[in-house]
């Protein structure tokens, strides 16, 4: 297994560093994408966009695919015509491109997606409605709690909603992990900003993040 076994509460579980993976630093190093101020003037982020396709094979990162419960964190984000897209900010894909997992985001109706295999087969989602708050070109922290029969959402570490979803069924790793691609052209990169993105094996880990590196809203 990827993870070991779970004692909630525990900081030190590994997560998965996406920022590292997908070796986004070095693309800027490189100049193949730009270094951007990130939620606050200490904080780096980067600047994802269209030229630059960050695809890596999943068997490099999940060797033995995902556990079944998990926990998904990023600090992005959307600007433009971003915010009227239909996304996908992070997904793993068969290798025939079919999604498997995914985070996506709709622009059009406000909402946020966990989408995922089944253990039927079938495709599945999980859909959180009535987000425009989301849309608003500001910088926000979105964390998914992905656990065995439900996914819960938290937006700038406020909760929104749990949602029970049916088994879900095994990562194929023969395929690719993506960030930033549209829905329904996962050959078309999406430009968004990127500050911070984990997959880590407490599923829980959510509840105990904070969000002070966040700007201070009315």
């Not at 996914?151 to 049916?166: A, H, P, Y």
Request: net charge neutral.
């Amino acid at each position: 297994d990827i993870c070991p076994t779970i004692r909630i509460g525990q900081d030190d579980l590994p997560g998965f560093d996406l920022i590292s993976q997908f070796q986004i630093e070095k693309a800027a190093s490189q100049g193949l994408i730009e270094r951007v101020v990130g939620s606050t003037s200490l904080q780096v982020a980067y600047k994802l966009g269209p030229n630059v396709d960050f695809r890596i094979p999943t068997s490099a990162i999940y060797s033995n695919g995902l556990p079944d419960e998990y926990s998904f964190l990023t600090t992005f984000r959307m600007t433009g015509a971003t915010l009227q897209k239909y996304w996908t900010i992070w997904q793993i894909q068969d290798s025939s491109g079919k999604e498997q997992v995914g985070v996506n985001l709709n622009g059009q109706l406000k909402s946020v997606e966990f989408s995922y295999k089944g253990a039927d087969g079938k495709h599945q989602t999980a859909s959180f409605l009535h987000l425009p708050f989301l849309f608003d070109s500001q910088w926000h922290k979105l964390m998914i709690i992905v656990e065995a029969n439900s996914v819960t959402l938290f937006i700038d570490c406020i909760k929104i909603e749990s949602l029970n979803i049916k088994p879900k069924g095994k990562i194929n790793t023969d395929g690719f992990a993506v960030l930033g691609k549209l829905k329904n052209n996962p050959q078309i990169s999406v430009p968004f900003e990127i500050q911070w993105m984990v997959i880590h094996c407490d599923p829980l880990r959510p509840q105990r993040e904070g969000c002070g590196e966040l700007p201070a809203r009315v």
